[in-house]
T-cell receptor, first 109, second 114 residues
Framework: QKEVEQNSGPLSVPEGAIASLNCTYS??????FFWYRQYSGKSPELIMF????GDKEDGRFTAQLNKASQYVSLLIRDSQPSDSATYLC?????????FGTGTSLTVIP | EAEVAQSPRYKITEKSQAVAFWCDPI?????LYWYRQILGQGPELLVQ????????DSQLPKDRFSAERLKGVDSTLKIQPAELGDSAMYLC????????????FGNGTRLTVT
């Protein structure tokens, strides 16, 4: 079983819609959770991190964590074409980072 | 905003040749990581340093890969000899250190082995 699982997509949403990206993790000992955006040919860029159950909002982005269900999600409101990228979910356990394979998002103008 | 510096950005080399990558983490970041990312996959850890010490190199192919961080600041990753399967993006990242600190990535080095 993989440490972190994401639906590879592609996920397509129209401009202005809400994009919902999901991630599950296998180890209940995971302590902190991160979302990275990666444009094609570029390196990952940190978008958000969350440590506690519940929601964390930053501008158009909301991270949601449910430790009981071992589930992390990222919502992007008012999606823009510039949000088209691959989104990587990462978890930290014991100072080790584990990455999912990423979900490809396309925002259609 | 402080950045992780990596060089070169791109490297093309022939198989069996040696290649080296350099990384300078954000000032004050004690933890440094080297990742390899193959197209369509997530980054996979090669080696992790805490200051000058190796914390985890369990996934580093030690017959051909080596990494060092002699003074606990910048780091070098070397491949000798390079193989076709080494073609990938090599990413350096750093963090302040505590387990809940996020990783900050450099721009990466795109390696092509011909």
């Amino acid at each position: 079983q993989k440490e972190v699982e994401q639906n590879s997509g592609p996920l397509s949403v129209p401009e202005g819609a809400i994009a919902s990206l999901n991630c599950t993790y296998s180890d209940r000992g995971s302590q902190s959770f991160f979302w990275y955006r990666q444009y094609s040919g570029k390196s990952p860029e940190l978008i958000m991190f969350i440590y506690s159950n519940g929601d964390k909002e930053d501008g158009r982005f909301t991270a949601q964590l449910n430790k009981a269900s071992q589930y992390v999600s990222l919502l992007i409101r008012d999606s823009q074409p510039s949000d088209s990228a691959t989104y990587l979910c990462a978890v930290n356990r014991g100072n080790q980072f584990y990455f999912g394979t990423g979900t490809s998002l396309t925002v259609i103008p | 905003e402080a950045e992780v510096a990596q060089s070169p950005r791109y490297k093309i080399t022939e198989k069996s040749q040696a290649v080296a990558f350099w990384c300078d983490p954000i000032s004050g970041h004690a933890t440094l990581y080297w990742y390899r990312q193959i197209l369509g996959q997530g980054p996979e850890l090669l080696v992790q340093f805490q200051d000058e010490s190796v914390v985890d190199d369990s996934q580093l192919p030690k017959d051909r890969f080596s990494a060092e961080r002699l003074k606990g600041v910048d780091s070098t990753l070397k491949i000798q000899p390079a193989e076709l399967g080494d073609s990938a993006m090599y990413l350096c990242a750093s963090s302040v250190g505590p387990a809940d600190s996020p990783l900050h990535f450099g721009n990466g080095t795109r390696l092509t082995v011909t």
